[in-house]
């Protein structure tokens, strides 16, 4: 308790009247409750600065020269510190505890590192905003902007801190690091949230509880020659490529933890890496959840109350990251990619969307943005607006295959994926394999270029004055009103998916279809349910236009490509009435 009274003191905290013991419900924790005095797990016996002086940092230069020195130091971080030059790591040495003073204590522009530091306790920081825009993949040479980097640090209690638009990594623990504790963090709304390694050497021993991990890619943990990886009671949600992965000769255990809407939760890359899940949650995931082998038993290390998955969830939801503002999202978010938006990522905006209580809209510059983005879903609608020059690209392919075994399919490969209901998506031009997929209800896109694929896959969509440029797929609901729909080589335009029970599947109506295909090589349709209906057909249309088995028609089309033959069904005037657009999307 001493040591907790210090560290809650130096934070400007109030000490914790009681703890609960686990599995009780969340509304019956306090927030003092998990505030702990000293860490669980392999950081066991971690001091930081205590018994050294306890100083006050206000200042970049004050930070560096305290964070430098080689006495311990309990270091109070007081107020926002912006890094310069941008993209710096702040080198901390032994004997440290950084806690950010009271509320809204941050660093922007940087982050923290440890080069052969022991003793070290961080808390109570918000670490943000190195992203440099349009380095999504962090693979410029001047981008190493992790949130907080270890390199052969031993004993680090990384504890209460949100680290959110870095650079790089969000934490990387590198090169032997050892005895190590993550608690109650947030990675939040970056492509790379937390590594282990860059080492063939088997050492590293690592404990993470009451983590949030949101609106990543990769790296959700990568876990590379750990000789024992401790996660329990974290919350993994919104994860686009794949969670939780153990390299080489790892040694893994997961347990009470939920997984929500991420692809591929588990997984074991190396026939030498063992992992053991017990216990945890999978909610809305997909993809693979890999065990292999016997791993290790935590409780033969130390002892720990793990809380069941759905206890710690809440619970983490409610307490995790330092004592903070209130966030305060506002209407209109702007992303640039010359540093004059509020963000520099549309990942970045649409992960800020997620505290707002009514409608947001994202103005978003011109320029290309290569990056995979997920419209995760929300609270609220959200409308996300470009210029007419703005490029949204990226390069899988659903035959792709993975480094780590198997291929991207659909759902990985897509560059957008709208995946909550209500998005508005206008003015932009998305690229890629699979350009845009749309797996929530009551999606809109408005005046947007879809160069590739095109996969309904949920609900219904409505797509006005578009121009496709690429193939449509999928059994859900599409709506192609006004739009350009442009074939420049042989193929078929749309192959729906349509389930037997469903009426509706694909619709296109006041389209007009082009391209550089040569004559009467393209098909309209080849399976579900598609009417195209008071469209112009291009030359490349064949007489023949439907293929396979399908609900298809077509009423009141004209140009080179129309035509009433046999293999063209025809809906009277009675049946078109029930084709419309407004029928669709009831």
Not at 13 to 29: C, I, K, N, T, Y
Not at 58 to 68: I, Q, S
Request: aromatic share 8%.
């Amino acid at each position: 308790m001493k040591l907790l009274a210090v560290l809650l003191a130096v934070s400007g905290l109030v000490a914790p009247a009681h703890h609960p013991a686990a599995g009780v419900r969340a509304s019956d924790v306090r927030a003092s409750d998990v505030w702990a005095g000293q860490p669980v797990g392999f950081a066991a016996g971690t001091t930081g600065g205590s018994g050294g002086a306890v100083v006050r940092a206000t200042t970049l230069a004050e930070l560096r020269n305290y964070a430098a020195a080689a006495e311990p130091l309990t270091i109070q971080v007081a107020g926002s510190i912006r890094v310069d030059p941008f993209g710096d790591m702040i080198r901390v040495g032994s004997d440290k505890t950084i806690a950010g003073y009271g509320t809204g204590a941050e660093l922007v522009g940087g982050g923290l590192f440890l080069p052969g530091s022991h003793n070290v306790i961080i808390r109570n920081l918000t670490i943000r905003d190195s992203y440099i825009p349009g380095d999504f993949d962090g693979k410029n040479a001047d981008n190493d902007n992790d949130g907080i980097r270890l390199d052969t640090a031993d004993h680090v209690w990384i504890d209460h801190n949100l680290i959110e638009r870095v650079g790089d990594g969000g934490i990387d623990i590198r090169k032997d690091s050892d005895h190590i504790t993550l608690s109650w963090n947030i990675i939040s709304d970056i492509n790379k949230a937390l590594g282990v390694g860059w080492t063939a050497n088997v050492v590293t021993r690592l404990t993470a509880h009451h983590n949030w991990i949101r609106n990543t890619v990769q790296r959700n943990w990568s876990l590379d020659n750990t000789l024992a990886a401790h996660l329990y009671n974290n919350y993994l949600s919104d994860v686009a490529q794949y969670g939780t992965m153990a390299r080489n000769y790892a040694r893994v255990v997961v347990e009470d933890s939920t997984f929500e809407h991420v692809n591929d939760p588990l997984v074991v890359l190396s026939p030498t890496a063992e992992l053991v899940e017990r216990h945890n949650r999978f909610s809305a995931t997909s993809g693979r959840i890999d065990t292999r082998g016997a791993a290790f038993d935590p409780a033969s290390f130390y002892p720990y109350a793990s809380e069941p998955a759905e206890v710690a969830a809440r619970n983490t939801r409610q307490f995790a990251g330092p004592h903070r503002r209130a966030a305060v999202t506002p209407r209109t978010i702007t992303v640039a990619l010359d540093g004059s938006g509020d963000y520099g990522s549309l990942l970045a905006a649409l992960g800020a969307v997620r505290d707002a209580d009514g409608p947001v809209t994202i103005a978003v510059g011109p320029g290309v943005f290569r990056e995979i983005v997920r419209a995760w879903p929300t609270r609220v609608p959200v409308t996300v607006t470009g210029t007419g020059e703005t490029v949204l690209t990226y390069d899988l392919a659903p035959d792709g295959v993975k480094f780590y075994g198997g291929t991207w399919g659909v759902d990985g490969a897509a560059t957008l994926g709208l995946l909550g209901g209500f998005v508005k998506i206008r003015g932009l031009t998305v690229a890629g394999s699979v350009a845009v997929r749309v797996a929530g209800d009551r999606a809109v896109l408005d005046r947007v270029r879809v160069d590739g694929g095109f996969q309904a896959d949920g609900g219904r969509t409505h797509l006005r004055e578009c121009t496709l440029a690429g193939r449509a797929a999928g059994p859900a609901i599409a709506v192609f009103d006004r739009c350009t729909v442009l074939t420049d080589s042989p193929g078929t335009i749309a192959s729906a998916a349509t389930p037997d029970r469903q009426k509706y599947g694909f619709l296109f109506t006041r389209c007009v279809f082009g391209g550089a295909a040569p004559a009467g090589t393209v098909r309209l349709g080849e399976s579900g349910q598609i009417v195209v209906r008071d469209s112009v057909l291009g030359a490349q249309i064949a007489a023949a236009p439907w293929a396979g088995p399908g609900r298809f028609a077509e009423y009141r089309n004209r140009g080179p490509g129309a035509g009433t033959g046999p293999d063209r069904p025809q809906l009277t005037a009675a049946q078109a009435s029930s084709f419309t657009a407004a029928a669709y999307l009831r």
